[in-house]
């Protein structure tokens, strides 16, 4: 049930039948991404993607469902029957992808395609009374659905609470009451209050109940939400309900219609398609002016273009928030449960929650599944199978791997902050040389829709190693299954280390990978890349294209420097004095390396200006400009890798350094704040420094603490951060350990409460009441972009957290909502592309109804190991150690 009176269904599409990966006995002539019937033994002529490369493999394609649901017949209000003796007043729908393949088009093109997920809602006359109950659907659309209703058992798909649980001691328990209806009255916000619902309980297994609680508005659907990192505060949507008016033309900035359009002077509007079948932007504004079939428009959100093209419409819009209705607080942090075991919240007259489990182990539960989806994404060596899925070695160099150097540093690229060159230079003659790298570059974590291991993961073991710090030695994660150093890593030196505690295993294999890559001056190559996207179909273990290891580059090095010196630091106190060793050698290299490039960046960059010059790079930006841009980055990377050697070696010339740029002034923003805390917890700190620092954790911390109230639905999003790219989803690493430091220092519960209902979020308490993370909860996102067991076609691995929510203007894509041979297409009818439909249409939905499960949606659905997997183990794992 959604509400007393509505009754919720979810219908779906049949899913993809899977294609495999197969072998053939000798290569293809066919370029690699070329669809061909395959004929050997044993196959029918199945359509196949030529990939790997040699070209001697397969991915047979993905067979897409050929029923889909009648949309159409299932709206059609007066064909329902009676349920439970009410009559069906309304029915409102919510059309979303869940599932796609690969298969080919007639012209030999790849196809993504789509199965839909349907969210049907019956309103009814009056509220559904208990007992068994049957929905007969209009015209026989599906067979006869039977179903019991009782409140003490029936789930409320409104009341949405975490999946993972609580600790009984947990300080935020706290669930959310939300239901935005599609194509409803008042666009689509429901006020629970309007059904007298003013209360909740918490019942046990049996269903007695144990603890009682009021309701509590969080925020209506026009309370302003400031912070949210859009453009404003709320949100211009189209109104779900309203017609879309057909434009007719734009002439002197004023719009005709092919009918009376009955817009208002004052009222908001969207205008759509004005480019053609692929703009997929809206583009809102404000009428000014209006005959019945004219309008100008003035407080334009976008650019207006000279004429519209055939297809453009406009529609009414409103403002509301990123809920887009009322969301209430469901707080229950003041039961002391007495006993574990499954909890339900339940609103007498609607139903009952998922399941809310209270054991001591729930945080250390959710910490090893996303430290699971780490171990899914290591480079270099076979995955086991230990967590659920499986795959051979990756990007190991030697038979069919060959990597190549490249002139091209990767603080140069595109794929570091700053970088002003594409990455995909790096693999181009002007860059790249004839050089192969030695045996030993293998290792490291793949991201998400690449396969590349670049420096901005050690952010990763930066983290893990906090939480290890952070946490008691009772604490202390054990037996996770993670594999030890000496199972998977080659070194000497650590093949005694396999009493060291699971985080400091999992810091090692990546901090190993990237000190195998460190040329012998002590410099750091910032990572291995391909020279493109993967292809779709082929796999990790299939890569086809270029694959290069960046350049050395200064930045990298000092960056390395820093948690390698780190990891050191905690190996020699754990006595593990040759492990210790080694990263402390590799760290003062890599600092000495660091150094050479901030005093002399020509010399240090000769061999990059050179290739540069040729490739014409600093043609409209010299290099002067671009080397001060790099030295104040590299001045930023060099003050947390002084910090950390200074915890490491004592040594005050390192303090001393960090001392003259906070004198100068300095914020905490991620490796900046690394540098502070590593300094504050250094030996001798000068006092004053170390006070102002104390001070500058913890206030900076309340400032994230505070803007989660302003929000319908509580992150740890900084309010200075931009939407989108996860910048709201999962915690990133700078607010992480932001919150983490500032809690160890002032031991503010507060903190520990905004952290606890950041998780509760990602995990289910969210207006969807689906967890952002594979693997954990009841019901997971399963479509991520994912690109191995998405060419594998199998189920994604456990522990992924996707980025999640973002705009529709920021994923308005014509190639992904545009004509039928689109993924999910908004025009036309061949290839079945009414039934691969998003509905209600995309601007209609609010910010939080907008995940769009298809991969072909990047910002959303995809992740990087640093950016989200880490951060969600290093949350749970910190929550664990209180």
């Not at 009952?352 to 480079?379: F, M, P, Q």
Request: charged content about 20%; aromatic content about 10%; overall charge negative.
């Amino acid at each position: 049930m959604a509400a007393p009176d509505i009754v919720h269904i979810e219908i779906r599409d049949p899913q993809f039948l899977r294609g495999a990966i197969v072998k053939l006995d000798g290569p293809r002539s066919e370029p690699n991404g070329t669809w061909i019937r395959h004929q050997e033994v044993g196959h029918g002529g199945e359509w196949g993607l030529v990939i790997g490369p040699a070209r001697d493999h397969l991915r047979l394609a993905d067979t897409p469902p050929e029923a889909f649901l009648d949309r159409v017949r299932i709206d059609e209000v007066q064909g329902y029957g009676p349920v439970g003796g009410r009559n069906v007043v309304a029915v409102h729908r919510k059309s979303m992808p869940y599932d796609s393949g690969l298969f080919p088009a007639a012209n030999g093109d790849t196809r993504a395609g789509a199965s839909f997920r349907h969210d049907v809602y019956l309103k009814l006359d009056g509220p559904l009374p208990p007992g068994r109950h049957m929905i007969v659907w209009p015209g026989a659309a599906l067979p006869d659905t039977a179903f019991d209703f009782d409140d003490r058992q029936t789930r409320a798909s409104s009341i949405h609470v975490t999946q993972n649980g609580h600790r009984r001691g947990d300080l935020a328990k706290t669930a959310y009451l939300s239901l935005w209806l599609p194509g409803g009255p008042d666009h689509g916000a429901v006020d629970f209050r309007s059904y007298g619902i003013d209360g909740f309980e918490v019942v046990d297994a049996g269903g007695s109940q144990v603890f009682a609680g009021p309701l509590r508005l969080r925020a209506g659907p026009d309370t302003p939400e400031p912070g949210n990192g859009l453009a404003d505060a709320l949100i211009d949507y189209t109104d779900a309900s309203a017609p879309r008016v057909a434009l007719g033309n734009l002439r002197d900035g004023t719009f005709t219609t092919r009918r009376p359009h009955g817009f208002q002077a004052g009222q908001r509007i969207a205008l759509e398609r004005m480019g053609g079948d692929q703009d997929a932007q809206a583009v809102f504004a404000t009428v000014e002016t209006a005959t019945s079939t004219s309008f100008t428009v003035t407080d334009v959100g976008g650019e207006l273009p000279g004429r519209v093209e055939p297809g453009a419409t406009a529609t009414a819009a409103h403002r509301a928030n990123r809920a887009g209705t009322f969301v209430f607080e469901l707080d229950y942090s003041a039961w002391a449960p007495q006993i574990d075991g499954p909890y339900r919240l339940r609103i007498p007259g609607m139903g009952v929650s998922d399941a809310v489990t209270i054991a001591d182990d729930v945080w250390e539960k959710a910490a090893r599944n996303s430290l699971a989806g780490l171990y899914h994404h290591r480079s270099g060596i076979a995955l086991d199978g230990r967590f659920g899925y499986s795959r051979p070695a990756a990007f190991r160099p030697g038979a069919g791997m060959t990597i190549l150097e490249t002139r091209l540093p990767l603080a140069w690229s595109s794929e570091f902050d700053g970088g002003f060159v594409p990455f995909e230079e790096a693999a181009k003659p002007a860059w790249i040389t004839g050089r192969q790298v030695p045996d030993t570059y293998w290792g490291g974590y793949m991201d998400a829709g690449d396969w590349d291991r670049r420096i901005q993961h050690v952010e990763v073991s930066s983290l893990l190693l906090d939480a290890y710090e952070f946490t008691p030695r009772e604490r202390q994660l054990r037996g996770s299954g993670l594999p030890k150093s000496s199972e998977v890593l080659e070194e000497p030196a650590l093949r005694q280390t396999d009493a060291l505690p699971d985080l400091v295993h999992e810091a090692i294999w990546l901090l190993d990978f990237f000190r195998r890559l460190q040329a012998p001056d002590g410099s750091m190559r910032g990572g291995i890349e391909s020279a493109g996207h993967p292809l779709r179909g082929e796999p990790s273990f299939l890569e086809h294209q270029a694959v290069f290891a960046y350049a050395p580059d200064h930045v990298s090095s000092y960056k390395y420097a820093a948690v390698a010196a780190r990891l050191a630091r905690i190996l020699k106190e754990l006595d593990a004095g040759e492990a210790a060793a080694l990263f402390a050698d590799s760290a003062l290299a890599a600092w000495s390396a660091g150094e050479r490039g901030f005093a002399d960046p020509e010399a240090y960059y000769a061999d990059a200006l050179k290739a540069a010059d040729a490739a014409g790079i600093f043609r409209e930006v010299p290099w002067p400009q671009r080397r001060q841009r790099l030295q104040e980055a590299a001045g930023e990377y060099r003050i947390a890798a002084a910090a950390a050697l200074l915890r490491l070696t004592g040594d005050d010339a390192y303090g001393a350094i960090f001392e003259d740029r906070w004198r100068a002034g300095l914020d905490l923003y991620a490796h900046k704040g690394d540098a502070a805390w590593d300094y504050l917890r250094s030996d001798r700190p000068d006092e004053t420094i170390a006070a102002a620092i104390e001070q500058a954790f913890v206030r900076e911390a309340l400032v994230v603490v505070e803007a989660q109230k302003r929000f319908a639905y509580p992150s740890l999003k900084h309010p200075a951060a931009p939407s989108g790219w996860g910048q709201g989803g999962a915690p990133a690493y700078s607010e992480l350990q932001l919150l983490m430091r500032a809690h160890q220092i002032s031991r503010d519960p507060e903190i520990i409460k905004a952290l606890e209902r950041a998780h509760h979020v990602m995990l289910g308490a969210n207006q969807l009441g689906l967890s952002l993370v594979t693997g954990g909860g009841v019901r997971s996102i399963g479509n991520p972009l994912h690109e191995d067991h998405l060419a594998m076609g199998v189920e994604p691995p456990a522990g992924i957290t996707i980025y999640g929510w973002a705009s529709q203007a920021q994923t308005a894509h014509g190639w992904i909502f545009g004509p039928p041979w689109s993924p999910l297409p908004e025009v036309g009818t061949a290839e079945n592309a009414m039934y691969r439909r998003i509905e209600p249409p995309r601007f209609s939905m609010p910010y939080f109804e907008y995940l769009v499960e298809h991969p072909a949606l990047v910002m959303q659905q995809e992740y990087t190991v640093h950016q989200s997997i880490g951060p969600m183990a290093a949350l749970a794992l910190y929550l664990n150690a209180q």
